[in-house]
């Protein structure tokens, strides 16, 4: 599966940004997507997750309650509404997809998330 996400830019704190990421295949609907993303200097971390039915969702700590997975399997595409944005969200925004594994063997190029305090 081929994984492009898109959506990021510039926004003040406290704003919203929804990404998307858009997968090539037939097959979306068997993989467990995820969104990760690595700040600068930082190394990569997990934002959230959510099963191949949509079923069940995880969030990391620091974004709970403000971020949401969500996929439309008919469009085979997975989002991240992400809202009251903090300065500490900056950072690149990978998608990514799994399945049989737990860990994630297919990414997507990533896109960045800059906010400005």
């Known amino acids: 599966v081929q994984l492009q996400a898109y959506g990021g830019g510039l926004v003040q704190a406290g704003g919203f940004l929804t990404l998307s990421c858009a997968a090539s295949?037939?097959?979306?609907?068997?993989?467990?997507m995820g969104w990760f993303r690595q700040a600068p200097g930082n190394e990569r971390e997990f934002v959230a997750s959510?099963?191949?039915?949509?079923?069940?969702?995880v969030y990391a700590e620091s974004v709970k309650g403000r971020f949401t997975i969500s996929r439309d399997n008919a469009k085979n595409t997975v989002y991240l509404q992400m809202n009251n944005l903090k300065p500490e969200d900056t950072a690149v925004y990978y998608c990514?997809?799994?399945?049989?594994?737990?860990?994630?063997?297919?990414w997507g190029q990533g896109t960045l998330v800059t906010v400005s305090s």
């Open positions: 959510i099963t191949a039915n949509g079923g069940s969702t």
């Open positions: 295949g037939r097959t979306f609907s068997y993989y467990g």
């Open positions: 990514a997809a799994r399945r049989f594994t737990t860990n994630y063997n297919y």
